[in-house]
């Protein structure tokens, strides 16, 4: 059974950093595309970022250059590194996995497994 579990949301002040974390259990990280999608109220869940098997990667427009997403292979996770935070950053966060390695997507039919969300509030 496939499990994601993330950890690390919390409330900043704009302009701050957070590292979301996923940890996967009944999964291997490696092995195929993994993302980090996000849902602010009243919206509808977008992509953040997304890396594959082989480490190419894809940001959205709106957090290039601030967010990193990256894979730890010895513990079986999924990271975000968010940095210089703004309120349009606030949403919950979701880890996804993929059942295949192709290309790295934003796309949220492209994932079969999600987690439950970290909660994540950028104030002004």
């Known amino acids: 059974q496939v499990q994601l579990v993330e950890s690390g949301g919390a409330s900043v002040q704009a302009g701050g950093s957070l590292r979301l974390s996923c940890a996967a259990s009944g999964y291997t990280v490696a092995r195929n595309r993994m993302g980090w999608f996000r849902q602010a109220p009243g919206k509808e869940r977008e992509g953040v970022a997304s890396i594959n098997p082989f480490g190419v990667i894809i940001y959205a427009d709106s957090v290039k250059g601030r967010f990193t997403i990256s894979k730890d292979y010895a513990e079986n996770t999924l990271s975000l590194q968010m940095n210089t935070l703004k309120p349009d950053d606030t949403a919950m966060y979701y880890c996804?996995?993929?059942?295949?390695?192709?290309?790295?997507?934003?796309?949220?039919?492209?994932?079969?497994?999600w987690g439950q969300g970290t909660q994540v509030a950028v104030s002004s």
């Open positions: 996804a996995a993929s059942l295949y390695w192709g290309p790295p997507s934003l796309v949220t039919a492209d994932y079969h497994y």
